[in-house]
């Protein structure tokens, strides 16, 4: 009995209750169960149908691999051995490391800057008057236009890369973070300073915090950002990376391995958002929004 | 005048704001001078808009005066500071800090010893009846509760005086009984000066030993009431309604008296 309800706790729900508590818990994990099959439910029918598609030859192996021919490539690009010839097999894993190194690089710099020029120029309104002209002007540029300037400048080199995604993901944190620390309310700020905060401590105890749901939008938008620019860098800038892979792909026109690629960022990206969503509601649990879910 | 000066002294203070939208000066109070003896417990009322919060500003040091000058035991005052702890309508507690950092902020800014830290906000949490809900934040807790914790707040810095504004202007009727009574009885024992900003006659007999009536704005002084009740005061008493009926008077002619475009309140 007991063994049968640890390995399928579902079948313990069909086998008659004996106790009313025993069949509300079935009645969450029914739930849960079916919430899940309802996430999941579109892409399953997106890959069957592309399966079936591509498998019936309705539209020929070579405008469209199917998943598994994808699946089998991307297993190869993890899996496979290095060979000097083998200019995909075993490099998904120091690729993927390559780019994270770079979004890794690239996002502390924007955010150290981001966060320490926008409470500035959210709280002191001469630094506001002093950049906002200049950041307005550099961020209607839009980011691949810096391409050709960052590989002048630096050359090939992971400086290039490093630069494009610092200075592409500073912008809306810089934005975001001037926006919050603008906003304190200066009630706060007269609360401070009547319980004994000296003016100078009053962007560390008062303008931070009260910034910090902004810093943390700010922060989400910029790592996008980032994962953005890692991909233009890559395919242009350096070699190596999941950009740099995604641009072979293309020129030896290996769709297959194309889609393994745009799979592989998606799901780092993905991830990494989730990485700082969690930390954002760590350190936003004071906040109604936040800890009320 | 030295050899009796008094605890609280405001001089001839008059504050203008310039309003930018139309252009113009306003002149939120005029001429207003006043002597607060340590240990008084003064209210303040008015009609809406009559400067009693920036009466209330200039006394804390968030605002100074445009003329003339406020001395607290002879000393201009020239900013706010830990002295003159602000109870405000709005709370405005930290709401990124606990219950009992709130009121541990104050001590912690001033460089008090951690050790004492906790003995202190232990005793004035007791104190205001908030002991058991220390780890909670500003937004789980409720009106009453929040307007306990901003007392706390600045009851721990012992300041030489308490200003409050309209501080319970915000909370049900019930709430706000029992707190004026709960203020009254901490009066009470602590005979701790306190400038009480309010636009309810009845809150403003109940608490005070002085009203300051003031006139609609340009705020001046429009009367000087001495409330010598025992506490606690009972508000059904006949005593009780002699005093509000004359303030309520007071404040009557003076809306009575602004101007129709303003729209009464």
């Known amino acids: 009995m007991t063994q049968t309800s640890v390995s399928e706790p579902v079948r313990l729900v069909a086998a008659e209750p004996a106790t009313k508590n025993l069949e509300e818990g079935g009645e969450a994990a029914r739930e849960k169960v079916w919430r899940l099959l309802r996430r999941i439910a579109l892409p399953a029918v997106i890959l069957l149908a592309w399966q079936l598609v591509t498998s019936a030859g309705w539209i020929s192996g070579s405008s469209l691999p199917s998943p598994t021919t994808v699946a089998v490539a991307w297993w190869d690009w993890i899996f496979g051995p290095r060979q000097a010839l083998a200019w995909y097999s075993g490099t998904w894993v120091p690729y993927v490391v390559m780019s994270l190194e770079r979004v890794a690089a690239g996002f502390a710099i ?21 950049f906002d002209g200049l950041i307005n002007f550099l961020r209607a540029v839009p980011m691949t236009a810096w391409v050709p300037f960052a590989v002048f400048i630096f050359g090939i080199h992971e400086s290039a890369a490093i630069f494009l995604i610092a200075f592409g993901s500073f912008f809306p944190i810089v934005v975001n973070v001037a926006a919050g620390a603008r906003q304190t309310p200066r009630i706060l700020i007269r609360a401070a300073r009547m319980l004994g905060t000296p003016p100078r401590k009053l962007l560390v105890r008062v303008v931070l915090p009260a910034a910090l749901p902004a810093i943390f939008t700010g922060l989400r938008v910029g ?37 393994a690629a745009i799979a592989s960022v998606g799901g780092l990206g993905l991830s990494s958002d989730r990485l700082i969503s969690l930390l954002a509601q760590r350190a936003l649990r004071w906040q109604t929004g936040v800890t009320g879910r | 005048m030295n050899s009796q000066q008094p605890f609280i002294a405001f001089q001839n203070v008059h504050k203008t704001f310039r309003d930018a939208r139309e252009g113009r000066v306003v002149h939120a109070i005029e001429d207003i001078s006043l002597q607060i003896g340590d240990g008084e417990f003064v209210t303040v009322i008015g009609p ?35 002295d003159r702890g602000v109870v405000f309508q709005e709370y405005a507690l930290f709401p990124w800090l606990t219950l009992r950092q709130n009121v541990e902020y104050g001590p912690r800014e001033r460089g008090i010893p951690a050790s004492l830290i906790r003995e202190h906000s232990d005793r004035t949490l007791a104190l205001v009846r908030l002991a058991g809900a220390e780890n909670r934040y500003p937004h789980e807790l409720s009106g009453g509760m929040r307007q306990r914790v901003a007392l706390a707040r600045v009851l721990i810095n012992e300041p030489k005086i308490l200003l409050m504004d309209e501080p319970f202007a915000a909370l049900d009727a019930q709430t706000r009984a029992r707190l004026q009574q709960e203020v009254a009885k901490l009066w009470t024992e602590t005979r701790k000066t306190v400038f009480f900003v309010t636009h309810s006659v009845e809150e403003a007999v109940l608490l005070a030993d002085r009203v300051i009536a003031m006139t609609a704005i340009p705020g001046r002084i429009k009367a000087d009431v001495r409330i010598a009740l025992p506490r606690p005061r009972d508000p059904t008493s006949p005593a009780f309604n002699d005093h509000r009926r004359t303030l309520q008077n007071l404040l009557t002619e003076e809306i009575g008296a602004e101007p129709a475009t303003l729209g009464g309140l």
């Open chain 2, 48 to 82: 809406s808009g009559c400067g009693k919060t920036t009466f209330l500003n200039i006394l804390a040091g968030f605002e100074r005066p445009s003329a003339g000058q406020v001395l607290l035991e002879g000393q201009p005052i020239e900013g706010p500071g830990a």
């Open chain 1, 110 to 130: 924007a955010s150290v800057t981001g966060i320490f020029l926008g409470v500035l120029i959210g709280w002191y309104s001469a630094v506001e008057d002093l």
């Open chain 1, 223 to 259: 790592l996008g950002l980032a994962w953005v620019l890692v991909i233009v860098a890559e395919m242009l800038a350096v070699q190596g990376g999941l950009g740099y892979a995604l641009w072979s792909a293309y020129q030896f026109s290996r769709l297959d391995l194309i889609l």
